[in-house]
């Protein structure tokens, strides 16, 4: 069963504290009196909100449905009633909140109506929208949504699934003890798996520092109808990376603007296959994982927890203790520094890790970079970190990028190894994000160049047509006036009979002058009929008085003309 | 002797013939440079550099009539970037055409419209919806925060809004930590 592995370039062999977290069983977390669901727990659109505040809601409910491909759903995680669909804080370390949905738990914690899914039966596509449905992700960390990842698209087939039970960052242990109680069904949802990616070759790579998950695994497998081999792969960070497992175990590397499914790979963690055994067994959508509460705590372990608990509840349950300097969601590695507790534990919650001065001692002071370029022979992507370091500094993005700065994974191996103590990293985020933000502004900007110029268009149209119209009707007054003119020449010429002929024109003329008169005397007849006027019917007294009226004004006009007569005379 | 003549009079004929040909086939279009510098300016048409939007400010300037540091949304960045493309030394905005201001959009109070439409009209990228005596609003995503449609409304329902920082637009910051030498100089 040996088979021959590859190495990546680089890694680091950071201190694994696996032990601490792996020594209790797997308890499930008491239910809390308020859940709270972030909608934006995957890459891709948030979820859209399809409950009203009020509603009661079952335990695996959908609450927010996915919105769009690249989305998933997400699942009330107890039954209780909703309380808010509101802003509240996430674990994220801007501190920002986000849309969450606010569960206030009944305590009955009772289930929809589940069953499970015949998914032999099924065609790919439906079962592939079924498991967004049910609000699959990737549970590794970066929560893609597994239906995408599970199309293998043109090629029909995907030859090489790799199931990633690596866990090569340090303190967190949630997928060996998954692998180790819950083998079984991690093979489910790997034949899950297999039927929609047509696969062939099954690898399992777990390391050499899980001995136990790797003998269970093993055990599993040979349970098995269909071959799966289990692999032991040497323990060393970051070994765990999908693209660093999938060259270890097959040799290939994914070209740079290419997908895995490109080079006929595809990899996904076990708690993801484990999640879809649920899903295609049981019925089940995501709505809890197993999390690693290690660190700074009394009773460092691993907790089955319903998506929506908070942090803070999650350390109480492994004993808080005091003189804690900071949370971590996820390893000292890659983890990201959560700045309140109250926030939910997602999806993406592997690990939450306590931080104290004993065991996180706060880094040295930097130093300036020497350029030893000890950064470059760690660095698994084979980046060269220094260069990267200088330009996203300085700001010179463009040339960061030209360094392929979006190969870099964010591991953390150059920040580990810099003898100066630079936290690399952060700069490699912070040029990241301020290429997306200049992505970004630049499209708006394409958009409003393009709305702006379609309407300088849209005017010029306008005035264009109204141009046009003006002349068509110009054109049209003109065609008519000449019609008339040749009708009437006809008329005068058709009756011959009546008058003499040399007389037409004369005629013509006195017809006319005849319409006008009976036209005159239609409107002043009209103008009569309109009764009664007010200087009709006035009693004599009224009359008198618009007489006087009368005069008076004829006076005024008199006395108004005069000075000016005189002026005249003066001049 | 006059066969090189009549061959150099003939090499320059034909090269000239070549010459006006291409000249003709691939004529570029329009004013390259203006373009480039277009490219960089926000495109929000505003118009507080004095020229009827991003545009013809691009053609001014390519033209050398205007100034790079007349575009107060463009801020010192651009200003920056202009000089970078033109080979010149940036200079400091010039504050008669504004100051930045940070990024907002407007927002139409829906109570107070009258539905004048004048607003629509000023709009340059056509960014609000609505007709006559009916209600408008502002197309969020696509308002540019000109301010343009501010003065034209007869009852001053329009306002700004600044955009709020929010989880998809937030930016990691640049990193900042203290290094060795400052802790020693700070001792000392």
């Known amino acids: 069963m040996s088979r021959e592995l590859f190495k990546f370039k680089g890694g680091v062999h950071p201190p694994e504290h696996k032990d601490e977290s792996t020594g209790r069983p797997i308890h499930a977390a008491p239910l809390p009196k308020k859940l709270v669901i972030p909608l934006r727990q995957h890459i891709g659109n948030p979820a859209k909100p399809v409950v009203n505040v009020g509603e009661h809601v079952k335990k695996g409910q959908m609450i927010a449905a996915a919105d769009g491909t690249v989305s998933a759903a997400v699942h009330a995680s107890s039954s209780g009633i909703v309380r808010a669909i509101d802003m509240q804080p996430v674990p994220h370390i801007s501190g920002l909140p986000d849309l969450c949905i606010t569960i206030e738990t009944d305590g009955r914690d009772e289930w929809i109506d589940h069953t499970p899914l015949d998914y032999q039966a099924m065609a790919p596509a439906d079962l592939r929208m079924q498991l967004r449905d049910m609000g699959l992700a990737g549970l590794g960390g970066a929560v893609f949504p597994s239906a995408v990842k599970l199309d293998p698209g043109a090629a029909q087939t995907c030859p090489t699934l790799i199931i990633n039970g690596g866990e090569c960052e340090p303190w967190i242990t949630c997928d060996d003890m998954l692998m180790r109680t819950h083998a079984d069904a991690i093979l489910q949802g790997v034949a899950v798996m297999r039927h929609l990616l047509g696969s062939s070759e099954i690898l399992v790579g777990i390391e050499d520092n899980k001995p136990e998950a790797i003998a269970a695994m093993q055990a599993a497998a040979s349970q098995l109808d269909f071959a799966v081999e289990v692999v032991a792969v040497p323990t060393i960070y970051p070994g765990g990376g999908a693209k660093q497992l999938a060259e270890v175990l097959t040799g290939k590397q994914v070209p740079i603007g290419k997908r895995s499914t490109d080079v006929g790979l595809q990899v996904f963690n076990v708690g993801t296959a484990y999640a879809i055994a649920r899903a295609v067994h049981h019925g089940e959508p995501l709505i809890s994982r197993l999390v690693t509460v290690t660190g700074h705590v009394l009773r460092p372990q691993n907790v089955e927890v319903l998506i929506g608990t908070s942090f803070d509840t999650l350390i109480q349950v492994a004993g808080d203790r005091d003189n804690s300097t900071g949370i971590l969601m996820g390893g000292p590695m890659m983890g990201m520094p959560v700045p309140n507790l109250e926030v939910p534990v997602v999806k993406a919650t592997n690990c939450i890790l306590v931080k104290s001065a004993e065991l996180f001692p706060p880094l040295p002071r930097a130093l300036p970079c020497i350029r030893c370029t000890r950064c470059a022979d760690a660095c698994p992507a084979s980046l060269q970190p220094q260069e990267l370091f200088r330009f996203a500094k300085a700001g010179d993005f463009g040339r960061a990028q030209e360094y392929h700065l979006f190969d870099c994974i964010e591991c953390g191996c150059c920040g580990y190894v810099c003898p100066s103590h630079i936290p690399l990293v952060d700069f490699y985020r912070y040029a990241k994000s301020e290429i997306w933000a200049h992505e970004k502004d630049k499209r708006a900007s394409d958009l409003a160049r393009e709305r702006h110029e379609f309407r300088l268009f849209r005017q010029e149209r306008e005035k264009a047509e109204k141009a046009e119209k003006l002349a068509a009707k110009a054109q049209a007054a003109r065609t008519q006036a000449a019609l008339d003119q040749a009708q009437r020449a006809e008329l005068a010429a058709a009756p011959p009979g009546k008058t003499e002929p040399d007389s037409a024109a004369p005629s013509e003329a006195d017809a006319k002058k005849a319409l006008i008169a009976a036209a005159l005397a239609r409107a002043q007849a009209k103008k009569a009929e309109a009764t009664p006027r007010n200087t009709d019917n006035l009693s004599p007294d009224t009359q008198h008085e618009i007489a006087e009226i009368e005069a008076r004004r004829a006076k005024i006009r008199e006395l108004a003309r005069k000075p000016l007569e005189s002026e005249e005379k003066n001049t | ?188």
């Not at chain 2, 320059?12 to 086939?25: K, M």
């Not at chain 2, 107060?72 to 905005?93: Q, R, T, Y």
């Not at chain 2, 100051?99 to 709009?123: N, R, W, Y």
């Open chain 2, 1 to 188: 002797m006059l066969a090189a003549i009549l061959v150099m009079v003939g090499i320059a004929v034909v090269t000239g013939l070549i010459l006006g040909w291409s000249a003709i086939r691939f004529k570029v279009e329009g004013n390259p440079l203006a373009e480039k510098i277009d490219a960089i300016l926000p495109q929000t048409q505003c118009g507080q550099c004095g020229f009827p939007g991003c545009k013809p400010y691009a053609e001014a300037i390519a033209k050398g009539e205007a100034d790079i540091n007349q575009c107060p949304p463009g801020g010192e960045d651009g200003v920056k970037k202009l000089a970078d493309l033109l080979g010149i030394e940036p200079k400091s905005l010039d504050e008669t055409h504004g100051t930045p201001k940070p990024k907002s959009v407007a927002f139409i109070d829906e109570q107070t419209c009258i539905g004048c439409t004048l607003c629509i009209q000023a709009c340059p990228v056509d960014a609000i919806a609505g007709a006559a005596k009916q209600m408008h609003t502002i197309i969020a995503a696509e308002c540019t925060g000109c301010e343009l449609c501010l003065p034209p409304c007869p009852v001053d329902c329009i306002s700004m809004v600044p955009i709020a920082e929010d989880l998809p637009h937030w930016k990691w910051k640049h990193p900042v930590y203290e290094i060795k030498a400052a802790e020693l100089k700070r001792v000392a």
